[in-house]
């Protein structure tokens, strides 16, 4: 990934933020998503919180259930720049994660290097446009789609595929484990 992510959260009143964040932990650790895996990474991957009924919507977020309790943490909204991963724990909302991209220091060089040997580059990204716009503008992409669900990124990819260009496909989660390495 040509980004990594800087955090911050926020819990309501009388709920604990580290047992917040326990939580969230505990069901995103079930999650192979780049935010969930950046959120575990950040954040720590030890917990004892047994989650049981644990269900992934791509586009939408993750609901799980530990002891009697049921939870959703999923993306809430755009502002700013920041993603906003909303917290609920039993249809209330206790907290909120903010994450910001940040533009690695060896991306731009790398896809300078790309389009040295006459690649275009093409970002697919389910981060809304905002943000999408200005890491293409950055890396000097030449161009890029923004707000799409996993399964849109394989028709675009099958498109450019369709009309005979060579296409490499890079990826950084495992969710886009359909195009294997070839």
Known sequence: SPCQHR??????KGIKKDDMLEAVVAGEKNSNHPLAVAICEY???????KVKN????AGIGIQYEI????????????RNG???????????????????????PEAKEAI?????????????????VGIVKSVAETLELDNFKAGLLP???????????NHGE?????????????????
Request: charged share 35%; with cysteine.
């Open 7 to 12: 955090h911050r959260s926020s819990n309501k």
């Open 43 to 49: 954040y720590g991957k030890n917990t004892k919180l």
């Open 54 to 57: 644990f269900v992934e919507t």
């Open 67 to 78: 002891g009697k309790d049921k939870y959703f943490v999923g993306r809430s909204s755009f």
């Open 82 to 104: 920041n993603t906003t991963i909303v917290v609920k724990k039993n249809n209330k909302e206790i907290g909120k994660i903010f994450l910001k991209d940040e533009i690695k």
């Open 112 to 128: 300078y290097e790309i389009k040295e040997l006459g690649i275009k580059t093409l970002c697919l990204s389910g981060d809304n």
């Open 151 to 161: 399964e849109d990124k394989f028709k675009i990819i099958d498109l450019e595929k």
């Open 166 to 182: 060579n296409v490499a496909f890079v990826r950084y989660g495992r969710r886009c484990s359909r195009y294997g390495n070839w």
